[in-house]
Nanobody, 114 residues
């Protein structure tokens, strides 16, 4: 099973930015499409961004024009740049390969508040 270690969350003000990192235990190019998910209190986990081996990205409507997903194959890492943050972006953020049943990592908490 692939393992994930997320980091980079924290407290940000509305309009601020954060960069999330996800260290993956296997070579990214061998495991297919990667995604960032989030789960807000009392809500279901949702996919916010994905990136294919070829670099094609997709974003949830809530993330378009504000979030950017990227990878670093040398570092086996996936990143999510969060910009123009809103209070409704408050959630625990996770990464995982799309369509897998790998265990979830511990996630990284993002809190957007003034």
């Amino acid at each position: 099973q692939v393992q994930y270690v997320e980091s980079g969350g924290g407290l940000a003000q509305p309009g601020g930015s954060l960069r999330l990192s996800c260290l993956v235990s296997e070579t990214i190019s061998s495991i297919g499409m990667m995604g960032w998910y989030r789960q807000a209190p009392g809500k279901q986990r949702e996919l916010v961004a994905s990136i294919s081996n070829g670099g094609t990205t997709h974003y949830a409507d809530s993330a378009k024009d504000r979030f950017t997903i990227s990878t670093d194959r040398v570092k086996n890492s996936v990143y999510l740049q969060l910009s123009r943050l809103k209070p409704e972006d408050t959630a625990i953020y996770y990464c995982r390969r799309i369509g897998s049943f790998d265990p979830w990592g511990q996630g990284t908490q993002v809190t957007v508040s003034s």
